[in-house]
């Protein structure tokens, strides 16, 4: 998700407004006329409208991106409730040890078998609903967010613009979409019932 942030990020930035504005300042300086200028101007933002996915012929793959910005965002939130969730469970861990420690020192049993099994069924509460109910979100969520960029890596590969076909090289440089789409389609073919 980090490596699709940044390379979008890159690309947006770097690729599209960058490039292009560099190109619309060149044209501008040698245009012998007003009516060039506007014509340059009016180039450069339908090429940036296009390349940044904004023009009419790219909805499908704007949605598609916003639905994958959706899962980043997501995500996050989860992982953010996850980890406040896992520190409080720290806390009430290191609660019990300084409890047993306190009882200890005072030349007490660290904890009664009433406690101790009290504490021994939070915590397995914690990890039979807590852990567990992440876990399957998380993998809900990955299989979402790997299914919705390899849709729009394979759109991007056929896209008329070539610097949108660069950008799916970009996010998938080191073939790991093109691999899963490989596989998921190899386990569709095989799952197809057979003609008699």
């Known amino acids: 998700m980090v490596h699709f942030i940044g390379q979008m990020q890159y690309y947006i930035t770097f690729e599209v407004l960058e490039c292009c504005w560099a190109d619309l300042l060149q044209d501008i300086q040698s245009a012998p006329d007003l009516d060039n200028i506007i014509t340059t101007h009016s180039s450069f933002l339908l090429l940036i409208t296009t390349r940044c996915l904004l023009d009419p012929n790219s909805q499908t793959m704007l949605t598609q991106l916003r639905a994958i910005f959706d899962i980043i965002v997501e995500f996050q939130a989860k992982q953010s409730r996850m980890y406040t969730e896992c520190l409080q469970e720290v806390e009430l861990r290191q609660q019990y040890s300084a409890a047993a420690v306190t009882h200890t020192e005072k030349g007490e049993w660290g904890t009664t078998g009433a406690e101790a099994d009290a504490e021994y069924e939070r915590r397995a509460v ?32 056929v896209h008329a613009d070539q610097s949108l076909r660069f950008l799916s090289s970009r996010l998938d440089f080191n073939e790991h979409y093109k691999t899963l ?16």
């Open 181 to 196: 789409a490989e596989k998921n389609s190899d386990r569709l073919l095989k799952k197809k019932p057979s003609k008699k």
């Open 126 to 157: 914690f990890v039979r609903k807590s852990v567990s109910s992440y876990r399957s979100q998380f993998t809900v969520l990955q299989k979402n967010y790997q299914d919705m960029v390899e849709e729009l890596i394979a759109q991007l590969e």
